[in-house]
């Protein structure tokens, strides 16, 4: 009996464990090829739930994360010359650029590694599945890059 005491107790020590690393894992944190901490720095209304969802993405990502709460966005789409059509619910830089909404961290990735000569990238609107926004993703994701004002097609996912 008392074996199977001892066993039972084993098998709830390493089932615990198993349950904190899974669920207490830490992501390691993004630094540029300067080792410099990247940091996410996000604008984003007081009431939108859906932006702490891509706050904690970025987090999960890596990112080092400044949340700037600003009533009226309209200042930071427009120094960043963001066109109506283009804007989604916050805009966030990051290394000299600009992100605007619930963009996946592919096209983030794509965007720090390559550098290119534009302004920032854009996921238009608030796209369901799109990462901090609910549902299921039901259509391909068209990131648009923007060069003053001016759009281009970045990347589908």
Not at 13 to 30: C, E, M, N, S, V
Not at 34 to 62: N, P, R
Not at 74 to 101: M, R, W
Not at 133 to 141: A, I, N, Q, S, W
């Amino acid at each position: 009996m008392l074996n199977k005491i001892i066993i039972i107790i084993l098998v709830l020590l390493i089932a615990a464990g198993g349950y904190w690393a899974f669920f207490h894992q830490t992501t390691p944190k993004r630094k540029t090829a300067q080792g410099e901490l990247f940091t996410a720095k996000v604008y984003k209304s007081a009431d939108c739930s859906c932006c702490l969802g891509h706050v904690g993405y970025l987090k999960g990502e890596g990112f080092t994360v400044e949340t700037v709460i600003q009533q009226n966005l309209d200042s930071i789409k427009a120094k960043h010359k963001i066109p109506y059509n283009l804007q989604s619910c916050h805009t966030t830089e990051i290394a000299n650029y600009f992100v605007e909404g619930h963009v996946p961290i592919e096209a983030i990735n794509k965007l720090l590694a390559e550098k290119p000569d534009i302004d920032g990238i854009t996921l238009p609107d608030m796209p369901a599945g799109s990462p901090g926004m609910p549902g299921l993703k039901r259509e391909e994701f068209i990131i648009y890059s923007l060069k003053d004002g001016q759009a281009k097609e970045f990347m589908r996912l």
